[in-house]
């Protein structure tokens, strides 16, 4: 059944304006980003073609792109756009700091800032959270880009920025793609090395936070640094 025959409280917009963004299901949420079906499937049915292409269900739209998308008989170029595209939004959004003052000794609440944009990386990024004397968040940088296994970390690139910035402190967040925040050998010596060539430039290091899947670590808490 297309959606135009169903009846009006049941066709996915309207029951958003009725009911709220809680009252749909996912494939539902989807069917109005994709707007249009075809001749032959409903814009619900090709959101659940979408939902069940991978293993890894609704997961797999948090690193998608249009190419892959395009793989469903139904989905075009500018709907994989228009999936990826408002993906992207959420991200942007559910990391965007409410509020440019963070309490830099509560982990949880910086692990939030990051952890559905980071939780999903396939690979590790390490990311600088650049604070002034007031505690103000006035840059959140990423610093470098590795492989499944490592990532390149450098004193020289971590600080340059954080140089530029007048900071006054940092906060390193980094992910661990296999879902694991334990930190490992490198980890913890990296984190240690950082903390003396901050001690040199006068930018305390008060955190490293590593991200995992939906839980994460704090090398602070941990007596790590």
Do not use: W
């Not at 959004?93 to 963070?102: E, G, L, V």
Request: charged letters at 25%.
């Amino acid at each position: 059944m297309i959606i135009r025959e169903l009846p009006a409280d049941e066709r996915p917009q309207e029951k958003l304006v009725i009911y709220g963004t809680s009252a749909l299901s996912n494939a539902e949420l989807l069917a109005i980003i994709i707007r249009t079906g075809t001749n032959k499937k409903s814009a619900v049915t090709l959101a659940n073609e979408i939902l069940t292409f991978k293993e890894n269900g609704i997961a797999f739209l948090a690193e998608c792109v249009p190419e892959e998308l395009s793989e469903i008989q139904g989905i075009g170029r500018t709907k994989a756009c228009q999936i990826v595209a408002a993906i992207e939004l959420g991200k942007r959004i559910a990391t965007k700091p409410k509020q440019m003052r963070i309490n830099v000794n509560n982990p949880e609440a910086i692990a939030d800032l990051f952890m559905e944009k980071m939780r999903y990386y396939k690979k590790e990024f390490f990311d600088v959270v650049m604070l002034n004397t007031k505690g103000d968040v006035i840059a959140i940088e990423n610093t470098a880009i590795g492989d499944l296994n490592c990532t390149i970390i450098h004193p020289r690139e971590i600080f340059c920025k954080a140089v530029k910035k007048s900071a006054s402190a940092v906060i390193f967040i980094h992910n661990h793609p296999s879902g694991n925040p334990t930190p490992s050998k490198e980890d913890i010596e990296i984190t240690k090395r950082l903390v003396k060539a901050g001690e040199v430039l006068g930018i305390r290091v008060l955190d490293h936070i590593i991200i995992g899947d939906g839980t994460f670590l704090s090398l602070k808490n941990k007596n790590l640094m």
